[in-house]
């Protein structure tokens, strides 16, 4: 695959990070400190999107086996796209309308203001999983073996870009709103800004995939094609849990997303709270660590992984994630802005690294036979973990505020960011138990057994 054909198929993963600012950063900031809903609420609300990561297995299988007009990947990418922008422009006045339930107090109007919330969150989880799942089929489908390293690292590099991207537009568009939290002067100018994002994210998806997949009939598929449309539901999931490695890699990722995005739903907050930032600013912190991530992730790609390996990359990135998580509550205890800014750099970095040596492994852990279900688990488990931490981020920062009352912010703050460390610290562990040599035995041993059956 040429490397204008990677950069393009990267649009894609860069609308994701624009929007993952927007959607989830932003207006978790205005639910929290504009508008004062509870934080466990916001946090459990957004964790929807991510409860419905099971269906990612569900989407990956039928876009193995279920094309749609002679294709596999591309047909999936689009109607995810449409109906996860459409459902970011609706989450708006949904929002304002909950935060004006629980200011009226009425049980019964909360109640169903907080169902609503979290039915809209759990749809776009649907639509998310939709778009997504495919997508990373679809590079596996494009690229060899050789290729895959390079384009991680492109790839997700967009992803990043997109983060930065979506965080100064942000501080660009909503400047004028710092301070403001009427609602009648909020909603409108939200709702203009994320609309426009979503048009122009639909249109750069298609920019992104289209004709990057040919259809392909009955007479023209690979002997690869012919194995996947072969294979059931049932007997991936028999590939699936036949080697224990699926399991342990499995809950690395967990483990591994979890210590990147525990902090994530508190952290805008963070810096409202504890070092007094203006929304401008706060989003801002995004494209810090934004910056570093994308630094992170071309070392890794350009220098260490061909340096260090995979796993050795990984590991690196583990122990670079403890370290400036604790700088984070270094920088909280000082309220020091600048060591802040230099901290979320870092943290970006250390994300970076991390992440490009985690996903090489995730690709040499995926059968090309039936890509789209393994990319399916993957990306279950890295749901799975930001789900839980979306909750757990929020219910911790209620948590810490209930235990230490006369600390001030920072206290609560810091008890989540320390019980982060020790979940990275976790997947160290973990990451020296995976052997993808065990791995490729196992799977291919029941990949032979599968494939004679049906030829049989």
């Excluded at 002679?70 to 935060?99: E, M, N």
């Excluded at 029941?446 to 030829?455: G, I, K, Y």
């Amino acid at each position: 695959m040429k490397l204008h054909q990677v950069l393009r198929l990267g649009l894609f993963q860069a609308c994701l990070g624009a929007l993952a600012v927007i959607f989830a950063g932003l207006l978790n900031r205005i639910m929290i400190t504009e508008l004062g809903m509870p934080a466990v609420l916001v946090g459990g609300a957004l964790a929807f999107e991510q409860f419905m990561a099971p269906t990612r297995v569900l989407f990956g299988h039928v876009s193995d086996a279920r094309p749609l007009g002679g294709r596999h990947r591309t047909p999936y990418i689009w109607i995810g796209t449409l109906l996860f922008t459409g459902l970011a422009v609706l989450a708006v006045p949904l929002i304002f309308q909950v935060a004006s339930a629980f200011n009226g107090g009425s049980p019964g109007a909360m109640a169903a203001g907080a169902a609503g919330l979290c039915a809209l969150f759990a749809a776009y989880g649907i639509g998310i999983s939709l778009a997504t799942t495919p997508y990373l089929a679809l590079v596996i489908d494009r690229t060899s073996e050789a290729e895959r390293p390079r384009a991680v690292s492109v790839i997700w590099s967009m992803l990043t870009v997109g983060i930065v991207v979506g965080a100064i537009a942000i501080s660009l568009s909503l400047k004028g709103l710092d301070g403001v939290t009427d609602p009648a002067v909020l909603k409108p100018v939200l709702l203009a800004f994320i609309a426009k994002a979503a048009l122009i994210v639909v249109a750069l998806t298609l920019v992104a995939t289209w004709g990057l997949e040919t259809p392909r009939g009955p007479s023209t598929l690979s002997r690869a094609n012919e194995r996947d449309d072969a294979v059931t539901l049932a007997q991936a999931w028999q590939l699936i849990t036949c080697s224990r490695q699926v399991l342990i890699f499995f809950l690395f990722l967990v483990l591994f997303t979890l210590g990147l995005f525990l902090q994530d739903p508190i952290l805008e907050s963070y810096g409202a709270e504890v070092f007094a930032l203006p929304i401008a600013a706060t989003a801002a912190l995004n494209a810090f660590w934004g910056v570093g991530t994308l630094v992170g992730l071309v070392l890794a790609g350009l220098l260490i992984v061909p340096w260090l390996g995979k796993f050795a990359t990984a590991r690196l990135g583990c122990r670079l994630i403890v370290a400036t998580l604790l700088l984070l509550v270094v920088a909280g205890s000082l309220a020091s802005v600048p060591l802040l800014r230099v901290a979320m750099v870092l943290f970006g970095l250390a994300a970076g690294i991390g992440t490009n040596g985690a996903l090489c492994l995730m690709l040499d852990l995926t059968l090309p036979e039936v890509a789209g279900t393994f990319v399916g688990v993957w990306g279950l488990a890295q749901a799975l973990s930001r789900a839980v931490g979306k909750v757990a981020g929020g219910a911790l920062l209620d948590f810490g505020r209930w235990l230490l009352p006369g600390h001030g912010p920072f206290g609560a703050y810091a008890l989540v960011l320390l019980l982060e460390v020790f979940v990275a610290l976790g997947a160290l562990v973990l990451l020296e138990r995976v052997d993808l040599q065990q791995f490729r035995q196992d799977t291919g041993r029941r990949l032979a057994h599968v494939l004679s059956l049906e030829l049989g």
